[in-house]
Nanobody, 126 residues
Framework: QLQLVESGGGLVQPGGSLRLSCAAS????????IGWFRQAPGKEREGVSC????????HYADSAKGRFTVSRDNAKNTVYLQMNSLKPEDTAVYYC???????????????????WGQGTQVTVSA
């Protein structure tokens, strides 16, 4: 069964950090770009960061630049999103998705993915 599973979400105070993980099972991420997306209540899902299959190309949304870092370990079939200096407006359900054939910017902007995880809640609140 092809599956993506996110983990690492939780409740954190403003200014804090979290590291999200996206682990794949049933298929290899070697040939897939991975995107991190988020959806806040009442808002559309948006791209946060997308990374190419080799890690050589990365896109960040303006809201993530300078605070979030995406990385991947293909040997572990896992992609990470390190989130620092978290703000209340970062509160959302965070999803990862895998796609082939997309440039990373296009993947993020079009919220594209062939496989999606179930999401992990991130809440930033004092």
């Amino acid at each position: 069964q092809l599956q993506l599973v996110e983990s690492g979400g939780g409740l954190v105070q403003p200014g804090g950090s979290l590291r999200l993980s996206c682990a794949a099972s049933g298929f290899s991420l070697d040939y897939y770009a991975i995107g991190w997306f988020r959806q806040a209540p009442g808002k559309e899902r948006e791209g946060v960061s997308c990374i190419s299959n080799t890690g050589g190309s990365i896109h960040y949304a303006d809201s993530a630049k300078g605070r979030f870092t995406v990385s991947r370990d293909n040997a572990k079939n896992t992609v990470y999103l390190q989130m620092n200096s978290l703000k209340p407006e970062d509160t959302a359900v965070y999803y990862c998705a895998a796609a082939r054939g997309y440039h990373v910017q296009a993947m993020c902007l079009s919220v594209a993915g062939s496989y999606w995880g179930q999401g992990t809640q991130v809440t930033v609140s004092a």
